[in-house]
């Protein structure tokens, strides 16, 4: 009998229905992808290869984001100006005091699946996008160059990729046993939470210490390196495309059972291509009210992402909530949840 926890970080997938073992995957085809260790990885390569071959001096990056990414890219002998945006706010965004040349380079987000802003005034700067949320969307990028992580949407411990739209070239790290050792360390978390999940394994703070360890590791300088060997066979075994329309059927399932309720506000598209299933409310007591109790019912959500900087960002963390309907969910599976979220609303 499988143990009723939904969300957090992806368990090993050995089911026949998201991997193939008799066939090569060729949706990361390696003639037109590098793939890295991370999406923080891939950035950085990019970076490295613009400033090296092109003399790229500026990268104007979003204030809203991952910092984490940026504490790892800040050692490149490239200047940080960023701009200020607030995700489903700031739809078009207008950069202050910047010098539209080819060698400014410009960093856009796809917040969360739900699309990326336009940038007024631009005709010379390079285009880099950031796609973690929304591989989906990959080959309809026009930007010079496109990138994320792999880990947020695809069961695999470590992974990131760079793909350049306009065919442009970009340095591919070596592979190092270090980052191998993360990549094996967090591939037996995955693992133990399988057997987890399917109650034969019970000590749940030994796999959560395993992904916390191997996380805390993705700052280390040597991550900057190829994907590991382990994961890339691990990778050329999913079924992307399957795992991809999942979550599309997910989404569009829950969001047709979710009651109407004045407690949240269900941010989404028409397209269903969200990475989560996103909760908007008013402010973060309310947000903390329905995330304690989610947690209490084993539904663990997430939040994108934590330490902002601008009292702007800072309130929009804190009055967002992202909830899991993955592939790893079946529509019982997606009842439950949002029974869970509808029993809720009704009582507040």
């Known amino acids: 009998m499988i143990r009723e926890e939904f969300g957090s970080d992806f368990h090993y997938v050995l089911s026949e229905k998201w991997r193939n073992l008799d066939a090569i995957n060729s949706y990361f085809n390696e003639n037109d992808y590098s793939l890295h260790f991370s999406g923080r990885s891939a950035l950085y390569s990019i970076l490295k290869s613009g400033i090296e071959q092109f003399g790229w001096k500026t990268i104007a990056v979003p204030s809203y984001y991952c910092h984490e990414v940026y504490s790892f890219i800040e050692k490149l002998p490239i200047r940080i100006h960023y701009y200020e945006i607030t995700p489903f706010f700031d739809r078009v965004v207008s950069l202050k005091n ?25 005709e010379e700067s390079v285009i880099i996008e950031d796609l973690t949320h929304n591989l989906g969307e990959i080959k309809n990028s026009n930007a010079h160059y496109c990138f994320g992580s792999l880990r947020k949407v695809l069961p695999l411990p470590v992974g990131g990729f760079c793909y350049s ?25 995955m693992y133990l939470k399988k057997l987890y999940l399917e109650q034969i394994f019970h000590e749940k703070d030994t796999f959560r210490i395993f992904f916390a360890e191997s996380e805390n590791d993705f700052e280390e300088s040597f991550t900057y390196a190829a994907l590991p060997k382990i994961v890339d066979e691990l990778l050329r075994t999913l079924r992307v495309n399957e795992i991809i ?5 997910n989404l569009r399932f829950a969001k047709q059972l979710l009651k109407p309720t004045e407690v949240f506000q269900v941010i989404s598209n028409n397209n269903n291509s969200e990475f989560a299933l996103i909760l908007k409310f008013n402010d973060c007591e309310k947000r903390d009210l329905m ?11 997430i939040v994108l992402w934590p330490d902002q900087k601008s009292e702007a960002n800072k309130n929009f963390q804190d009055s967002i909530l992202f909830i899991h309907v993955d592939f790893r969910y079946n529509n019982n599976q997606i009842e439950h949840i949002i029974s869970k979220i509808n029993q809720y609303t009704k009582n507040a």
Do not use: M
């Open 245 to 249: 329309l999942k979550k599309g059927d």
């Open 98 to 122: 910047w010098e539209d040349t080819d060698q400014a380079v410009i960093l856009i987000v796809d917040y969360f699946g739900l699309g990326k802003p336009n940038i007024e005034n631009i």
């Open 165 to 189: 739209p306009k065919k442009l070239n970009f340095e591919v790290p070596l592979q190092n046993l270090k980052a191998e050792d993360i990549a094996v360390k967090k591939i037996a978390a």
């Open 291 to 301: 995330k304690h109790f989610l947690i209490e019912e084993r539904i663990y959500p």
